[in-house]
Structure formats: structure tokens, C-alpha cells
């Protein structure tokens, strides 16, 4: 079975520092997919970023950024020089390999990102 | 492109009533799900399906139903809402293992 752990359930930032997110996944298949999921105060989830199990490579864009371990589980989330428009709930998921992508969702970490 | 839409936006219902929230998508997408999210609890996935007339069971489908004629309508049914159906309801569909695109929501309340 999988899961994901977001052991942070609310962080709370002065606008301008950097803030890291966690997430830690289980899972036995050796193909697999990470996801990072947005859902601002309005509700809606936007995706952030996919990586799959293969591609370790970190990768930015633009204030965001995104360190993928294989050896510790972790797919972490830094989010640099933070805004208040940044402040959401922050989704990690995994899929693993397969035909149906389902999404295991860990429970979410609050962001609150003050003037 | 709509996207992914759902309706209706907000719904309350009493025990024992019954009711559809619609999704539809126009993305051509084979994959569609049904996400409830509990507060503090993540999403959690109710049904998938995999293209029209294939659908399964997620990780808590107890009290619901699907069924997908149509490669773009993928409609949930509650057919005796029960108060621990209070959730806010997400629809989503994708294109294999690519990411998924999430509709808007459907807050219902069951009193």
C-alpha cells in the first residue's frame, strides 16, 4: 500500500523568508509518480509539479523548487523569498506505476505567509 | 476549454435523500475520479475510471455510486446521504499518468 506523510500540518512565515515543506512517501513499486498540488483559500487544487521515480534531478522554477531523495522517501518543497500570495494548503501525492494514476494524497500542510 | 466543471457548487441535503453531482470534462481525457476532502484529512479517492463503461473502486466508495456512459461525464450518486457524507467533493480527470486536472468542488452538507 502507499502513503504519504506531511508531518507539518501548519507553518506560519514572515513574507520574504524561505519555507520548506516535507513530504515522505511509502510505496514497494520501483515506478512511481510525486506530485505537488496547490489549493489556495478559494478552494480550487492547481498542480505544481510531477516527478517520476527515475528523474532525481531537482528542479526550480522561478521561487519554487523541489529536492526529490530516493534514499530517505522525501520529495521536499522549498518555496523561496515567500509572498502572501502563498499562503494555501500544499498537497504531496504519489501514483504509482499502472494504468490507473490514482492519486494517494498525504494530509496536506497549512501555509500562512504574513505581511 | 472548460476544463473540468462540476455542479452544483454547494448542495444540502437531509438524511435518507438521495442526489447526483455532476462532472463533466471536455479534454478528451480517458482517466476520471471522485475525491471527498474531510477537513485536516487530505483527499481521499471515492471512484475511478479508466475510460467509458470501466469504473472502480477507490479507497472509500461505501455510500456511493458511478457510472461512466460517455468519456466526458463521470457523475457520483449518493443514494442515502448520511451525515459522515459531509465533505467537500472533488472531481478530476487525466490523460494517463500525466497530472490530473481537479474541478472546482461540490460542498455538501448532510443535516
Known amino acids: 500500500a502507499q502513503k504519504v506523510t506531511q508531518a507539518q500540518t501548519e507553518i506560519s512565515v514572515v513574507e520574504k523568508e524561505d519555507v520548506t515543506l516535507d513530504c515522505v512517501y511509502e510505496?514497494?513499486?520501483?515506478?512511481?509518480?510525486l506530485f505537488w498540488y496547490k489549493q489556495p483559500p478559494s478552494g480550487e487544487l492547481v498542480f505544481l509539479i510531477r516527478?517520476?521515480?527515475?528523474?532525481?534531478q531537482n528542479e526550480i522554477s522561478g521561487r519554487y523548487s523541489w529536492n526529490f531523495q530516493k534514499s530517505t522517501s522525501s520529495f521536499n518543497f522549498t518555496i523561496t523569498a515567500s509572498q502572501v500570495v502563498d499562503s494555501a494548503v500544499y498537497f504531496c501525492?504519489?501514483?504509482?506505476?499502472?494504468?490507473?494514476?490514482?492519486?494517494?494524497f498525504g494530509k496536506g500542510i497549512t501555509l500562512s505567509v504574513r505581511p | 476549454n472548460a476544463g473540468v466543471t462540476q455542479t452544483p457548487k454547494f448542495r444540502i441535503l437531509k438524511i435518507g435523500q438521495s442526489m447526483t453531482l455532476q462532472c463533466t470534462q471536455d479534454?478528451?481525457?480517458?482517466?476520471m475520479y471522485w475525491y471527498r476532502q474531510d477537513p485536516g484529512m487530505g483527499l481521499k479517492l471515492i471512484y475511478y475510471?479508466?475510460?467509458?463503461?470501466?469504473?472502480d473502486k477507490g479507497e472509500v466508495p461505501n455510500g456511493y455510486n458511478v457510472s461512466r456512459s460517455t468519456t466526458e461525464d463521470f457523475p457520483l450518486r449518493l443514494e442515502l446521504a448520511a451525515p459522515s457524507q459531509t465533505s467537500v467533493y472533488f472531481c478530476?480527470?487525466?490523460?494517463?499518468?500525466?497530472?490530473?486536472?481537479f474541478g472546482p468542488g461540490t460542498r455538501l452538507t448532510v443535516l
Open positions: 479534454m478528451n481525457h480517458n482517466y
Open positions: 516527478r517520476n521515480s527515475f528523474d532525481e
Open positions: 475510471s479508466v475510460g467509458a463503461g470501466i469504473t
Open positions: 478530476a480527470s487525466s490523460y494517463s499518468i500525466n497530472e490530473q486536472f
Open positions: 510505496t514497494r513499486d520501483t515506478t512511481y509518480y
Open positions: 501525492a504519489l501514483s504509482v506505476g499502472g494504468a490507473n494514476s490514482k492519486l494517494t
